[in-house]
């Protein structure tokens, strides 16, 4: 099986490099960096390498600065259409996408079909994607997941070991419900599709995959991290409206993974018992 991984060096793509399975032919592109989005340039891989499936991790996740910025969706829109353009009609597209395409108005968890309706420009900029892999590419899967962490990139993990070590006084909203997903189970999953798909089937389908637990707000979350380490930083609660930022977010956006779950009947291990100590463990050895 020849799988093409978009998106290698960010924080999904480090943790499906970490976790790839042996029989997997895989390749990442390391000649054309941010160039990868002209469409020559990627259809020269895709010539030259002949995947069976294409994993794109690659995606503009800068929420702030998106406000402000178009280019957003180059990467996490616009590029779908290239996709289209240079694969094979039968070359599988596993694509990742997010909760923010949600406005967060439920109070029960989001369903793959629930209503889209996003309320800041990076989620405008993935539905978008969503959209143009639904109207040009033939077989693909597309999985929504929320707030991933792991040792690499940047994630709310690693800032707040730092921020609770630096600072004596943070804040962090109370008010934003969703639930963790480490990298490293997405990862699992991820090859668990690919280790399933058969090149025979067409399967265009839309999953949700948070990790499995407890949904929690950011101020929680942040507790749990302080409580795993010894520092005295003091963490206030804060509602998402003072804190000034550019862009809305959801105040709810809790996926629900039970299709995709039953569907491979995966088993994902705990995201706080389990990955979050690893997490945090590696981050401070
Ligand atoms: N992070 C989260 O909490 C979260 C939550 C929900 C969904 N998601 C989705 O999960 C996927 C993976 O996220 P992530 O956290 O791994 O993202 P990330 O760490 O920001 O990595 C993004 C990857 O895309 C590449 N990239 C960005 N803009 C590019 C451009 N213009 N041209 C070429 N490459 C470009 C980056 O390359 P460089 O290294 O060169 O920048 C990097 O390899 C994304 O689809 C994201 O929307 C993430």
């Known amino acids: 099986m020849k799988v093409l991984l978009l998106g290698h060096s960010g924080q999904l793509g480090k943790s499906l490099l970490r976790t790839v399975p042996n029989n997997i032919n895989l390749k990442i592109d390391t000649v054309y960096g941010r160039k990868i989005l002209i469409e020559q340039n990627l259809k020269n891989i895709i010539n030259n390498f002949a995947p069976n499936i294409l994993i794109n991790s690659l995606a503009y996740t800068n929420v702030e600065k998106a406000e402000n910025d178009d280019g957003v969706y180059d990467a996490n829109s616009y590029f779908l259409k290239t996709i289209s353009k240079v694969i094979n009609k039968k070359t599988f597209l596993i694509h990742i996408s997010t909760d923010y395409v949600f406005d967060g108005n439920k109070n029960t968890p989001y369903q793959p079909l629930d209503i889209t309706n996003p309320i800041n420009k990076y989620g405008k900029s993935k539905l978008l994607g969503e959209n143009n892999i639904k109207k040009y590419i033939e077989n693909y899967n597309i999985i929504r997941t929320s707030s991933l962490f792991s040792k690499n990139g940047v994630n709310f993990v690693k800032k707040m070991i730092n921020l609770i070590r630096d600072k004596k006084r943070i804040s962090v909203v109370n008010d934003q419900l969703f639930i963790p997903t480490p990298c490293e189970d ?64 959801p105040l709810y956006s809790v996926l629900s993974s039970k299709k995709i779950i039953n569907k491979l009947d995966y088993k994902s291990l705990p995201w706080e018992e389990y990955y979050l100590n690893k997490t945090i463990n590696e981050l401070i050895k």
């Open 186 to 249: 997405l990862s699992q999953l991820i090859w668990s599709i690919v280790l399933n798909h058969s090149s025979e089937s067409v399967e265009n389908q839309l999953y949700h995959f948070s990790g499995n637990g407890r949904a929690l707000t950011w101020f929680d979350f942040a507790n749990l991290i302080k409580n795993a380490l010894f520092y005295n930083c003091i963490i206030e609660p804060q509602k998402t409206i003072n804190m000034n930022f550019k862009a809305k977010r």
